[in-house]
């Protein structure tokens, strides 16, 4: 009797991942999405953007961790995308990577033109740079040929094309080779990231909580598994859990397509398979692309070292750093810090960094590219500023609203500090997204910083006599009363070089009374740095130290003596070269 086939295609279910560039509205999208779907009873309290969990998320208004109801890092899971934009912004650097990716994976694609009621929405335009953005990424016809929806996530509401109405195709069940199997699959699941520990149900021991997506029949606990990748080894699973709404509940069993999360492996990583006993083929592995960046974090070397901070060790950071390496499959490395500062850590951040490769037994380096929208009176401007970092020009578009958009393929060390002169020459209007782009033959010395640092020279408490003698010449970061170091950096000089200077100096007292109109001193407020804006500003002998209260900008060299010294030691070393 011939073997049964197994249904082809689940007709009850599908996984989708929203494509989006920051702040065109993927989470109003899936806050609408998820209380027109009844994921919420009606006098259910729910929070407003219910996919920012984090403290940060909802004070930056961004999204920063991925969740199940909104992947672009595992479209490894998923069954189609919905590509959302921005009615007059259209496609930006981030929706081209990860649209990249899913075009690579031959997802099929639904394009969302969101925020349709701004008045300076321009859908035909967008519509054809989506098209034009399809065919510079070399897609197929069959993925040119998308259906598109009109919405406006934040009234709940959507319009489609009748003419290009369509739907997402079922999950369909395939074997490791692509192809659908005739028999009844055994149990198989990926495992694209790790993740946090369910809400409701905790992890029993040292076990890692992983969330997969099962490719084939079904998943159930106590089950024998092999984990393969690394090596091949006999687990079970100890708890299976299935994705509801916003919340992981317990499931006896998982069908082929769903989203899950299992534990009991104790070393399970980042991409493997869990197959089963009788039948232990692997699925294709997930391939993450590699850093661009790097940074060095280590503890806080200053002399107010362990006054703000609960945790100050070495071993603590460097606990804290590898446990974020096994679930975080691309680190963004600011967020990370700002994460450990508010859970008690202090440490010493270093300058960003390039990571170069060899190719072709040439050095290469990293470049992004740059998507730039400024008014029309600043283009002279910022032209300038990316000319001096070397960038190229892709493209220059006017819409003729007054507003001009800038592409440019630039080196990645050339943005290091690029977005503070930037906003300071557009006056804060302009907006700036970039995203990696690839690798280019060393481009030799890049100018990425025009100004010097203001550095003090004693410890002590800055004093407004002080402050009053040198804000004239110089822009600052600390105020009257706050403690400062030698070799602290407490503000930016106009010219390229660094000037040390008195910041804590008191003025004299005499028996003799001033006018009145000498004891009024004005005193301009300090200039405040997030930890973004300090990471970008300090120079290459500077770090920033980082406390749960205070960030800090410093030379790594404290000593003005020994940090002259070696100044001079460089500048004879690249006279030599």
Not at 297 to 315: F, Q, W, Y
Not at 501 to 530: F, G, H
Not at 544 to 557: C, G
Request: net charge negative.
């Amino acid at each position: 009797m011939a073997e049964p086939l197994y249904p082809a295609a689940r007709a009850d279910l599908r996984n989708v991942a929203i494509i989006a560039h920051v702040d065109h509205g993927k989470t109003t999208l899936v806050d609408a999405m998820l209380w027109q779907s009844g994921a919420f009873r009606s006098n259910e309290t729910v929070n407003e953007r219910v996919m920012d969990s984090m403290d940060l998320e909802r004070e930056k208004g961004i999204t920063i961790l991925a969740k199940n109801t909104a992947v672009e890092r595992a479209l490894t899971m998923v069954d189609g995308v919905l590509l959302l934009v921005d009615s007059s912004e259209g496609p930006l650097p981030q929706t081209r990577f990860v649209l990249r990716k899913a075009l690579e994976l031959e997802l099929p694609v639904v394009l969302v033109i969101n925020k349709i009621d701004r008045p300076d929405a321009r859908i035909a335009e967008v519509v054809d740079e989506v098209y034009e953005l399809f065919l510079d990424l070399d897609a197929t016809e069959d993925q040119i040929d998308f259906p598109i929806v009109y919405a406006n996530a934040r009234r709940g509401t959507a319009t489609l094309d009748p003419d290009r109405a369509g739907h997402r195709p079922a999950p369909h069940v395939r074997d490791a080779a692509g192809d659908r199997p005739r028999a009844p699959p055994r149990s198989a699941a990926a495992a694209p990231g790790l993740g946090h520990q369910p809400r409701r149900q905790p992890v029993c021991g040292p076990h890692r909580h992983v969330p997969g997506h099962a490719r084939n029949h079904q998943a159930r606990p106590e089950r024998g598994l092999v984990p393969h990748r690394r090596h091949v080894a006999t687990a079970k699973i100890t708890e299976l859990y299935v994705t509801e709404s916003l919340d992981r509940v317990d499931a006896a069993e998982a069908g082929a397509g769903e989203i899950i999360a299992i534990s009991g492996i104790a070393d399970i990583t980042i991409g493997e398979t869990l197959a089963d006993l009788a039948d232990p083929v692997p699925l294709p592995a997930i391939t993450v692309d590699e850093p661009s960046l790097s940074i060095t974090i280590g503890t806080n070397t200053s002399p107010m070292a362990g006054l703000e901070g609960a945790k100050v060790t070495a071993r603590l950071i460097k606990n804290r750093l590898d446990a974020e390496l096994v679930g975080n499959v691309s680190i963004r490395l600011a967020v990370l810090v700002e994460i450990m500062r508010r859970e008690g850590f202090e440490m010493t951040v270093g300058k960003p960094r390039v990571i170069t490769r060899t190719i072709d037994e040439r050095l290469h380096e990293p470049t992004e590219r740059i998507t730039i929208d400024i008014p029309e009176s600043f283009v002279g401007a910022v032209t300038q500023l990316l000319g001096e970092r070397k960038a190229d020009m892709v493209t220059m578009t006017n819409h003729g609203t007054g507003w001009v958009r800038l592409d440019y393929i630039v080196a990645a060390r050339g943005l290091i500090g690029f977005r503070t002169e930037f906003l300071t020459e557009t006056r804060g209007t302009g907006l700036a997204t970039s995203v990696f782009e690839g690798y280019t033959p060393w481009l030799g010395e890049l100018r990425t910083r025009r100004s010097g640092s203001i550095v003090s020279d004693r410890r002590g408490a800055v004093t407004g006599y002080a402050i009053a003698a040198v804000q004239e010449r110089a822009s600052l970061f600390v105020a009257p009363g706050e403690e400062v170091y030698e070799g602290m950096v407490i503000g930016e000089n106009p010219r390229p070089e660094d000037m040390d200077v008195n910041i804590c100096r008191e003025k004299k007292q005499t028996n003799i009374r001033a006018a009145a109109s000498d004891d009024t001193v004005r005193l301009t407020p300090p200039r405040v740095l997030s930890l973004e804006q300090a990471l970008e500003f300090i120079a290459d002998d500077e770090c920033v130290e980082v406390t749960p209260q205070t960030i800090r900008l410093r030379k790594e060299i404290l000593d003005a003596d020994v940090r002259g010294r070696h100044r001079k030691r460089l500048q004879r070393n690249r006279s030599a070269v």
